[in-house]
């Protein structure tokens, strides 16, 4: 699937899903995050050429109030803000209430609940 696809495809699932509930798992080098939040907008910003890796030229935004669950503790989602880096996305899969995102970096792990 071209990479513009998968973004269309984003696009009109978090289109649907604004003003749900998601939880989103992030898998990255074994180490899994895990966020809850209420979606109440969604962008994607193009930042253009960066200078370091770290720093990703496309992301999605994901705008809404949520937490942070970790071992640890649990504590509130800084900025209101869920960025998934798209550099090298390679992989978008939508079924039900699920979406799967999959860079070169990290996996994604989304679920929807509309209440």
Do not use: C
């Amino acid at each position: 699937m071209k990479s513009s696809t998968m973004l269309t495809e984003l696009r009109n699932t978090l289109t649907e899903w604004v003003g749900g509930h998601l939880i989103i798992e992030k898998n990255e080098q074994d180490d899994v995050d895990k966020t809850i939040m209420k979606l109440e907008d969604f962008a994607f910003q193009h930042r253009g050429e960066t200078v370091d890796d770290y720093t990703a030229s496309t992301l999605l935004q994901l705008k809404g109030e949520g937490k942070v669950i970790s071992d640890q503790a649990t504590v509130p989602l800084p900025h209101s803000l869920f960025e998934v880096p798209l550099e090298n996305i390679n992989e978008v899969n939508h079924q039900n209430n699920e979406l799967m995102i999959g860079t070169s970096r990290a996996s994604y792990h989304i679920s929807y609940n509309p209440n």
